[in-house]
């Protein structure tokens, strides 16, 4: 009787699945996120808030003589390790476009549609509160969606969050991060300098080209990268863009069809079998010679795309946002601050914008979609968890502390959109959470 394999004798044996193990990831980054923030709002409030303060104006230097690099920790993270999650971020957005929620019309209309509503909106709710004052500059910070806080809401849901609702929000979530990232690119930009655009624009043909030449070796993209984003640091745009422009010359091509894949695999395992039944101690380099084969296989069959995004993904989320929510998150709540914050109109507007914005322009440009025959609903979602997706996108967290920080010099007004930011975030989780644990899927219509 022939051996059973281990994925045989134990059906629930863990088969990973790009999309699945994407939700895993976010979800459990969500948990280490909420961690990490409430660890620097501890330290901050705590006894040795001064040491806070100081670690992150810490100056670092990379560099030796007129090519180095000084800036304090805070920007090392920001404008930094920030540029990997970008990089990450771009990465996405190139997958849903060429082959996820966003590769079709069809499939990209309402998530498309949701999440424009889920940035005019916002936007348009902060103005009203800030017209005519400083506080105008922050502006794009309600438009921002934390997708690891939302899915990790989502996911202590458990079956009562189907699986067509995670992908809508995914979708949502990374056209909203499209947004952001032109809105960073355009409106968020200092005074321009035209040599470093010059060598940032060179190296970004060079990336094209090696592109075009099928090049699949990370290496050069690396090197390249790095250069990219140092003349973005030096030409006025922020040099996280460098990541996104960065990851959409990350070839997505294979090297192999799936078919041929298929084919070689049987070919290679049939090999194995034969060299496994046969004196295992002669054929043992055959063995090890179908394995590197095989190997050689799967990585032709896959792209340098998905690859890079799988294996910087769990860095991503396990370790850059966490750092960057404690570097960032911490902010005195003293009794004057909160007094200064709440009476202030941009803590006003970002929590207008976050908790009444996000909802409002989500669910009722998703209803538009639907109602002009643009776009569908995803099958076993109901309008209510429409709904209650809605509140979550109001989970602004960390692109919207990124904002933030972009927009505001000024401590106070930088405090104050950080309390904005917390306020709201927490309400529409809150929120979002009970409207989906109560709310019910469709029901379904009886067939004729």
Known sequence: MAKKTLIQRDPKHPIIRTFASFVRIEAASGVLLLGFAVLALLWANSTWGDSYVALWQTVMTVGVGEFAISKPLLLWINDGLMAIFFFVVGLEIKREVLVGELASPKKAALPLAAAVGGMVVPAAAYVLFNVGTAGIDGWAIPMATDIAFALGVLALLGSRAPLSLKIFLTALAIADDLGAVLVIAFFYTAELKVGALVAAAAFLVALVVIN?????????????????WVAFLKSGIHATIGGVLLALTIPARQRIPAAQFQEEGDYLMKRYREAADAD?????????????????????????????????????????????????????????????????????????????????????????????????????VSWRQVYGVAWLTGIGFTMSL????????EQVALDSAKIGILVASLISGLGGWVLLGRAQPPEKTPAS
């Open 280 to 380: 295992e101690g002669a054929l043992f380099s055959e063995q090890q010679a179908v394995v590197h084969t095989l190997e050689e296989s799967c990585e032709a069959v896959q792209t340098p795309l998905e690859r890079l995004e799988h294996s910087l993904h769990p860095w991503v989320g396990f370790f850059i946002m966490p750092v960057f929510a404690l570097a960032n998150a911490g902010v005195v709540l003293s009794g004057e601050m909160l007094g200064v914050a709440f009476g202030s109109t941009i803590t006003l507007g970002i929590i207008a914008g976050l908790v009444l914005g996000k909802q409002l322009g989500v669910s009722l440009f998703a209803w538009l979609a639907v109602r002009l025959g643009w776009a569908e609903l995803p099958e076993n």
């Open 212 to 228: 075009r030449m099928n090049t699949r070796h990370p290496l050069p993209y690396v090197l390249l990268g790095i250069g990219l």
């Open 402 to 409: 990124f904002i933030a920080n972009l927009g505001f010099e």
